[in-house]
């Protein structure tokens, strides 16, 4: 069965820093990944997906992930963070049918 | 583009009773998934729909039913309410059921069981 696990349920960073939220993955095939974010009383948006076809994937809000297949991996990443990016983040794998599998959540904090 | 919408945002409902969650899925899409999310936690795959058939279940008891329409909206009805089934009821559309399009949310229903 494919899932995706998230080390880590809270993360804090100041403003400015790197942002690194950490995903991996378990599936039996090349498997298609996602990342959305959540804010307050929200529903989920979509930052980004890898679909197979580049490695380094570029989302919205300046955030990025890379897919690799080595280390079971696709964390998330921001060079600089922004009180705006305060938020839970979900990474999610999709099984088949297009119905995702999501992981547990990493609440982001960002510090002035 | 009108998104997705959801109705209602905020319900409180008791134990043992039914509860029906709407959803009016993105234009053009024909693709309409429910979640739960309960608090602190990922949102769990509830049901599909995919064009008025039902196309894949999660592991949800018989209780949690939907439909969906020939404008491709969407219902969730849960019976018997248990205390269990607070949470917060998300609804995504996408433009397949059986691709790598992405799926689109709603704000979510917040459901209470007193």
């Known amino acids: 069965a494919q899932s995706v696990t998230q080390l880590g349920s809270h993360v804090s960073v100041s403003e400015g820093a790197l942002v690194l939220l950490r995903c991996n993955y378990s599936?039996?095939?090349?498997?298609?990944l996602f990342w959305y974010v959540q804010y307050p009383n929200q529903g989920l948006q979509l930052l980004l997906k890898?679909?197979?076809?580049?490695?380094l994937v570029k989302g919205i809000n300046g955030f990025e992930a890379e897919f690799k297949k080595s280390e079971t991996s696709f964390h998330l990443t921001k060079p600089s963070a922004h009180m705006s990016d305060a938020a839970e983040y979900f990474c999610?794998?999709?099984?088949?049918?297009?119905?995702?599998?999501f992981g547990t959540g990493t609440q982001l904090k960002v510090e002035l | 583009e009108t998104g997705v919408t959801q109705s209602p945002t905020h319900l409180i409902k008791t134990r043992g009773q039914q509860v029906t969650l709407r959803c009016s899925s993105q234009?053009?899409?024909?693709?309409v998934s429910w979640y739960q999310q309960a608090l602190g936690q990922g949102p769990q795959f509830i049901f599909q729909?995919?064009?008025?058939?039902?196309?894949g279940r999660g592991n949800f008891p018989p209780r949690f039913s939907g439909l969906q329409f020939p404008n491709y909206s969407s219902e969730l009805n849960v019976n018997a309410l248990e205390l269990d089934d607070s949470a917060l009821y998300l609804c995504?559309?996408?433009?397949?059921?059986?691709?790598?399009?992405?799926?689109?949310f709603g704000d979510g229903t917040r459901l209470s069981i007193l």
């Open positions: 995504a559309s996408s433009l397949s059921g059986d691709s790598n399009q992405p799926q689109h």
């Open positions: 599936s039996s095939v090349p498997p298609y």
């Open positions: 890898y679909t197979s076809a580049a490695t």
């Open positions: 999610a794998v999709r099984r088949g049918g297009n119905k995702l599998t």
């Open positions: 234009s053009g899409h024909n693709t």
């Open positions: 729909y995919y064009r008025e058939e039902e196309n």
